[in-house]
């Protein structure tokens, strides 16, 4: 089973990024997405896969924290 965790972007020079996953901070490739700052994005190992909502990053988030962390 795989887990892609949701972040947001907090910066971009178009190839990658740096992206918080709930305070934690990593830079991540973005080239496969159209991602900006301020979008959250699903994360693969290492790759922003797939750019979501925020209420869908943050129930996401709460079901990490209740179930996982």
């Known amino acids: 089973m795989c887990i892609a965790i949701p972040g947001k972007v907090l910066s971009t020079d178009g190839i990658s990024g740096e992206v918080d996953f709930m305070g934690t901070r ?8 159209d991602a900006k700052v301020g979008d959250w994005v699903i994360v693969h190992v290492g790759s922003a896969i797939e750019v979501i909502d925020e209420k869908t990053a943050l129930e996401t988030i709460e079901i990490f924290e209740k179930y996982l962390l």
């Open 26 to 33: 990593r830079k991540v490739r973005l080239d496969l997405v």
